[in-house]
């Protein structure tokens, strides 16, 4: 029997790799925060399968709710249609943000979800524009990639997506104070044209460059959005549920002090099962979409797949049942001991830790076909990519767990 990985590469692609070469583990099981490789070797999960399975693999939790609804029905069309699995799972999450976001669109993936996010501002609005920030990522569909930093991955779609109005970076960093003249280039934008909206990701942003900014600077970026009548969209698609310690990222900036008028989950919405975002809005933005007789014009096949909101309401109600709050201090406590070595390490420039993400920053682009087999030789698994080498391991990983990866990373690095 030929193995997974040569049979893989005859007719597979991976997601930001090249469809030739780049190195590949076959995963035979994957149970907690263990995936067994198909030569036998077991490695500790660092990444949850990029910020969604915060479960770990197989909860019986999770795979009960998925079970129960197979029983019932696999799927159904949401037009004309409605089920428990949706009305429960929207429930759920209007009762988690803030009051005033009311209303909830499912759809297939985060990039869907952003799309949506964009084609109700624009409803809404009568605006085509967006203004956003450097350094941004929100998803690889051509609306998504419009507000995704242009010279990041997706420069070379540039007459491809919509020109939208991108802002530096925000700044100041996590920790630092605002100063004055942080906020010119939002005021100046905001000035020169009328946008529909601004989106951002609330305080991190992930994988366009794994970046902590002050809960000061999205205050004063809502305020002044808001102040020239444009809607404000907050993608938390990577740091929602818990993430960054807090249980949104926009909470960093305070109780309500940072409230979009929509919301895009993702990612850790169905710990790691199915694929689902969900868009979360206001009665307002809902009333000025269906006004004089309006539908929002967006309708996925799969909206509101029953088995993915079944698991859903399960992974969300297993989080809000459990101390994440404490979990997530602990896990962040354990990444800071555990990665501070490579502060020593020569070609790091940074080592930085959020909530439960730690990342260590180098000076150079990491070799990926050198640093990943190591990183699997060293028994965890960690996926690095650009010069960063980042984990975000899942809630349930225990001190060694957590001890495994950060070893793996210093010692792969060393
Ligand atoms: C991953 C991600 C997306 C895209 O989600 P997909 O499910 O991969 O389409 C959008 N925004 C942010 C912030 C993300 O991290």
Request: charged share 20%.
């Amino acid at each position: 029997m030929t193995g997974l990985v040569e049979r893989d590469h005859r007719v597979l692609w991976h997601p930001y790799a090249s469809s030739v070469a780049s190195p590949l583990f076959g995963v035979v099981d994957a149970c907690g925060v263990t995936l067994t490789l198909e030569d036998g070797r077991r490695v500790t999960d660092g990444m949850s399968s990029w910020w969604a399975a915060i479960h770990g693999y197989r909860h019986p939790a999770l795979d009960t709710a998925l079970k129960a609804q197979v029983d019932r029905f696999a799927h159904v069309m949401f037009g004309g249609l409605t089920h428990a699995p949706a009305v429960e799972l929207a429930e759920l999450l209007v009762s988690i943000v803030d009051p005033s976001l009311t209303r909830v669109f499912f759809a297939d993936s985060g990039s869907v979800a952003v799309e949506v996010a964009l084609k109700l501002a624009v409803q809404a609005t009568g605006r085509p524009r967006f203004l956003t920030v450097r350094g941004g990522y929100h998803g690889d569909t051509a609306g998504a990639m419009s507000v995704t930093d242009p010279d990041g991955m997706h420069g070379m779609f540039r007459g491809h997506v919509v020109e939208q109005v991108f802002l530096p970076r925000p700044r100041p960093l996590y920790d630092e104070a605002l100063a004055d003249g942080d906020l010119d280039d939002v005021a100046k934008a905001l000035a020169q044209q009328d946008f529909a909206a601004v989106i951002i990701e609330p305080i991190v942003q992930g994988a366009g460059g794994m970046r902590w900014y002050s809960p000061a600077y999205l205050r004063g970026l809502v305020e002044l959005v808001r102040a020239h009548g444009a809607l404000v969209v907050f993608d938390e698609i990577a740091t929602g549920f818990g993430r960054t310690g807090e249980l949104w990222g926009m909470d960093h900036a305070g109780p309500g002090a940072a409230v979009p008028d929509i919301l895009c989950l993702g990612k850790a919405l169905t710990g790691g099962t199915m694929t689902m975002g969900a868009v979360l809005c206001s009665d307002e933005v809902a009333e000025r979409v269906c006004a004089d007789g309006g539908t929002f014009m967006h309708g996925p096949t799969f909206m509101a797949n029953p088995l993915a909101c079944a698991v859903a309401k399960a992974s969300v109600q297993l989080l809000l049942d459990q101390d994440w709050r404490g979990t997530v201090a602990r896990i962040s406590a354990s990444l800071e001991s555990g990665l501070s070595p490579a502060r020593d390490l020569p070609g790091v420039s940074d080592v930085r830790v959020l909530g439960a993400i730690g990342v260590v920053e180098l000076e150079q682009p990491c070799d990926m076909a050198v640093l990943q087999p190591r990183l699997v030789d060293e028994g965890a698994w960690v996926r690095p990519f650009g010069r960063l080498v980042y984990t975000m391991p899942p809630y349930i990983s225990t001190e060694s767990d957590l001890a495994a990866v950060t070893g793996a990373i210093v010692r792969s690095l060393s």
